[in-house]
């Protein structure tokens, strides 16, 4: 779960928690550790959740394309949008609803990798796995992410995780991204030094 | 009969004078008022003091919709709203087509005693707007029936109209006109032109009313009968009448609170309590019935007060009634529309809330100047007073009035109907032994 | 947004986001699975006091597949019929804890009386109010005109676009017409030209202050080469004694859609129709089955743009008031 970019801090500076380059080791980690969990990029799709999912799924897909000759890297991504299946609608302004976009092969019998920029509660992830189970059926979702920051609230786990964070409830993470932000960085905001 | 000086007030705005109030009449103005000390001293400093208010148009809905309205609360609305003299309109259930009917309106009306009920006899049997009702008959009935309308209905056949300002004639009657031509108005909802165009509601073309004025006076001028039109509404029936009068024809007009105040902008919200009949014109419209009033074309205000049960209001705009209440805000309507416009005096208001009406209604003891001798029908108003309307505290039985929540100038301190106080401190003056 | 009353409520970005919702909406009903979870647990009354299938069943399809629980209320042999107030009705719905009310209603106002005369706290969502307003049937217009005629037209949606530039001409029956009204406003808003083509006794007085071109020549229209051209229904009871037309012959010569009219269109122009059409009055067959028609598309998507508008009001928390909230001038 990203949290809005426009959020003020609620207290003291933020930290800096990943830097450009930090960022970019995780993701290069995280693409070669799905690389072997699944013997190869095969049947392997990156479905991005929107909005900062979506560039960290294409960051990767390019990762694995350059490890993998022949590979290519726009055939094996693609963007989940969750808002219809979210569980917490009613209790926040309207979402604006995104797009899905699908590989050309679509989900059946593929190996998904949820790509998102943080997991916190596991609802945006458990909310992707019922909007996955309307599209397709795969041989297995798999779930990828840059920060894992605790405090979840149903059990769900990330197979990929570029850096744990242990966070109190009240700070707040912030991922930037140069498509979205326009530099990279992961920020903890509201943390007592 | 207990006496009372009003002390201090302006009489028609004009010079202060004491006034004493005695045995039903006016008895003293000046120092020599204050002579009887015995007298109930009513404060007038600051206040003006007009004679009791005539309405020439008034629905009072009973007999056949005591739900909306009955005489006893209509005419404690009127007296509250100053005035001493209310015409009540015919379309009752039954009609007030017979002198049987009529009576029994006048004798509720006195019983009451809140003011002085004249009863508008119907025009047409059952308003049906084809055969002649008995007009003598009810013009020599005990209500003395002067006024003859159909209103509510357009008295739409030339043939029948032509008849009627005929016949009228005999016993110095007066036929007042609800000019709709319903042919042009069959499924009209409001008025005509661009906020009806936009909300997608029937329109109710201008000409629809001014065609029947200009019918109306011509056959006037043709018979040389009066003609009275009620509740003119637009710009080219003030025009149209303008035109009459130059011509010499006897014709008088008047226009409502609500027509001088309020316009079909108001419809946008489809709040029913703007639905009336005629319809709230435009901003223009309202611009010359102001400026006809101030001029003299247009000879009285009436208030057209029309009570409706709430749930005749309380739905869907097509399925509402049509009509607004009016007897206790129309004063200071006229104030705020006129007075503070600065485009009539309060001898002026007096003019067109009560010498005029009584005149075109034939009252003698009506609409009298503030003068010794003459009876004592007497309102006295502050004028400096402002004051939010709210339904729920009028004395009328109905909630259907446009100008809820908005705040109007001036408030009637007190009433005397024949000499006798039915409102002092602003509040009716309950009688022992008076029932409803 | 709270409700959606009139497509002149709509400002220029609201009315985008409908679109592109829509546009989103549409690409779920490609897949086989087209049911939503989104709106599991609430709960959508169509409330008709008009005939109208097509649209209850537009509706009524739009809240299922997003998970909505669907209650149909018609006034025919119900208690409306009985002489129910639409009060009484809208307090009934109400206490059967109505999430939104979809009211198509013979009295033009009638939803923004339902609204905001306090008889629901739901939100309320106009099918056609009389002569008045049909907000989404105008969005499913500029919806479908959106994809056929913007962008790379016929494929993808061109999200975030609007419709400037376009001309669209609307024609006929323009006085009685809830869509015509709702098409002047909207389309404006989302930058097209209109041009309303009907024969003087079909424009309303009044029309001069809307924010459209009126013409009473349909031949005139079609040489200015319109984009899209939106044929309305005519009533055959508008004719007759007193009637706005001398006859059908007539009306259909000067304003009728056939194929020689058909081919002085532009090569990219579409046919519009709301529906349901009078073949041989309005439109001839040739122009109602032609390919530039999009009749049955406007169909289609009319499902979409309606789970955009449900969704829209009914998936967010309320919110107090501020920008979201449509038609609050009471």
Redesign the interface.
Same mark, same amino acid.
Not at chain 1, 89 to 100: C, K, N, Y
């Given at each position: 779960m990203s949290v809005p970019a426009n959020t003020a801090a609620s207290g003291g500076d933020p930290v800096e928690i990943l830097g450009a380059g930090d960022m970019s080791r995780a993701l290069t980690r995280i693409g070669h550790e799905i690389l072997e969990r699944n013997h190869g990029a095969e049947h392997l799709v990156l479905l991005g959740i929107p909005t900062r999912g979506v560039p960290l799924a294409r960051r990767l897909a390019a990762g694995l394309a350059r490890v993998e000759p022949g590979l290519d890297a726009g055939a094996l991504v693609g963007d989940l949008?969750v808002?219809?299946?979210r569980d917490d609608? #009613?209790?926040?302004?309207?979402?604006?609803?995104? #797009?899905?976009a699908l590989p050309a092969g679509g989900l059946d019998g593929k190996v998904v990798v949820l790509v998102d920029d943080v997991l916190f509660s596991g609802r945006t992830i458990r909310a992707a796995l019922?909007a996955i189970s309307?599209?397709g059926r795969p041989r297995a979702v798999q779930l990828a992410v840059l920060v894992d920051r605790g405090h979840r609230q149903l059990p769900i786990r990330a197979d990929f995780v570029g850096k744990n964070l242990p966070t109190s409830a009240g700070e707040r993470v912030r991922v930037l991204l140069s498509e979205t932000d326009g530099r990279d960085a992961v920020l903890l905001e509201g943390a007592r030094r | 009969m207990t006496a009372y000086l009003i002390r201090g007030a302006s009489i028609l705005g004009e010079g202060v004078a004491d006034v004493l109030v005695q045995d039903g009449r006016v008895a003293a103005i000046g120092a020599t008022a204050s002579d009887d000390t015995s007298a109930v001293v009513v404060p007038g400093e600051g206040l003006v003091l007009l004679p009791g208010l005539v309405d020439l148009h008034t629905h009072l809905r009973e007999p056949g919709r005591e739900d909306a309205e009955t005489i006893w609360s209509g005419t404690r609305a009127a007296a509250l709203g100053g005035f001493t003299c209310v015409h009540a309109m015919a379309n009752t259930n039954p009609v007030q087509d017979t002198a049987g009917v009529v009576e029994q309106v006048w004798r509720l009306g006195r019983d009451a005693g809140w003011a002085d009920v004249r009863p508008v006899g119907a025009v047409t049997v059952g308003l049906a707007g084809t055969q002649l009702a008995e007009l003598g008959t009810m013009a020599a009935s005990a209500a003395a029936v002067r006024v003859f309308s159909d209103d509510g209905r357009c008295v739409h056949d030339p043939v029948v109209m032509r008849r009627a300002l005929e016949y009228a004639k005999a016993f110095d009657g007066v036929i007042a006109q609800h000019a709709q031509e319903p042919a042009l108005t069959a499924t009209a909802q409001m008025h005509e032109g661009l906020v009806s165009a936009e909300l997608g509601l029937a329109g109710w073309p201008a000409v629809a009313e001014e065609a029947i004025i200009a019918r109306d006076v011509l056959l006037a001028e043709h018979v040389g009968s009066r003609l009275h039109v009620l509740h003119l509404s637009t710009a080219g029936s003030v025009e149209i009448v303008r035109w009459a009068k130059g011509r010499g024809i006897d014709v008088t007009a008047e226009a409502t609170p609500h027509h001088l105040y309020l316009t079909d902008e108001l419809v946008r919200g489809y709040d029913p309590v703007f639905k009336v009949n005629p319809p709230l014109r435009t901003a223009a419209d309202v611009e010359a019935v102001r400026a006809g009033l101030a001029d003299g074309t247009i000879d009285v205000v009436g208030t057209d007060h029309a009570p409706h049960p709430r749930e005749d209001k309380d739905c869907e705009w097509a399925a509402a009634a049509f009509g607004m209440t009016g007897l206790e805000t129309a004063l200071s309507v006229v104030q705020a529309a006129m007075v503070e416009t600065g485009r009539m005096t309060w001898a002026d208001v007096a003019r067109v809330m009560s010498f005029t009406p009584a005149v075109i209604g034939r009252v003698a003891d009506q609409g009298r100047p503030v003068q010794v001798g003459e009876p004592a029908n007497l309102t006295l108003v502050d004028p400096a007073v402002r004051r939010v309307v709210r339904p729920q505290d009028q004395a009328t039985a109905s909630l259907n009035t446009p100008f809820a929540g908005m705040e109007l100038p001036g408030r009637v301190v007190a009433t005397f109907l024949h000499g006798r106080p039915t409102v002092l401190d602003g509040a009716l003056v309950e009688r022992a032994g008076a029932s409803s | 947004m709270k409700h959606l009353l009139s497509a002149g409520d709509l400002d220029r970005a609201q009315a985008v986001t409908i679109l592109d919702t829509a546009a989103a909406m549409a690409a779920t009903q490609e897949r086989q699975i087209k049911k939503l979870p989104t709106l599991r647990g609430r709960t959508v009354v169509n409330l008709f006091f008009e005939d109208s299938t097509r649209t209850r069943i537009s509706f009524e399809t739009a809240a299922k597949r997003l998970s909505a629980d669907v209650i149909n209320f018609s006034a025919k042999g119900s208690s409306v019929s009985k002489g129910e107030s639409l009060k009484d009705t809208a307090q009934t719905l109400q206490a059967m804890g109505a999430d939104a009310v979809v009211i198509r209603h013979h009295a033009s106002g009638a939803p923004h009386r339902l609204a905001h005369a306090g008889w629901t706290a739901g939100a309320v969502v106009n099918a056609g109010d009389g002569t008045h307003q049909h907000p989404t049937q105008a969005l499913l217009d500029a919806y479908t005109l959106r994809r056929h005629l913007v962008g790379l037209r016929g494929g993808t949606d061109p999200v975030g676009h609007d419709l400037a530039g376009l001309h669209v001409a609307i024609v006929g029956d323009v006085l009685h017409s809830r869509v015509a009204r709702s098409n002047v406003q909207l389309l404006h808003t989302l930058g097209a030209r209109v041009t309303l083509v009907a024969p003087p006794t079909l424009v309303p007085v009044g029309v001069e202050s809307w924010t459209a071109d009126v013409s009473y020549h349909l031949d005139d229209v079609l040489d200015q080469g319109p984009d899209a051209v939106m044929m309305l229904r005519v009533q055959r009871e508008r004719m007759g004694g007193g009637g706005f037309f001398p006859s059908p012959w007539e009306y259909t010569r000067g304003y009728g859609l056939d194929a020689r009219r058909l081919a002085r269109l532009p090569e990219h122009a579409i046919v519009m129709h709301p529906g349901p059409m009078n073949r041989g009055l309005e439109i001839s067959a040739d122009a109602a089955d032609a390919d530039r028609s999009v009749v049955v598309e406007q169909v289609a998507n009319g499902v979409a743009v309606r789970m955009a508008v449900l969704y829209l009001v009914l998936a967010g928390q309320e919110q107090p008031t501020v920008d979201g909230q449509i038609g609050a001038s009471a």
């Open positions: 949008d808002t219809m299946y609608l #009613a209790h926040q302004p309207t979402r604006s609803v995104g #797009a899905t019922d309307d599209l | - | -």
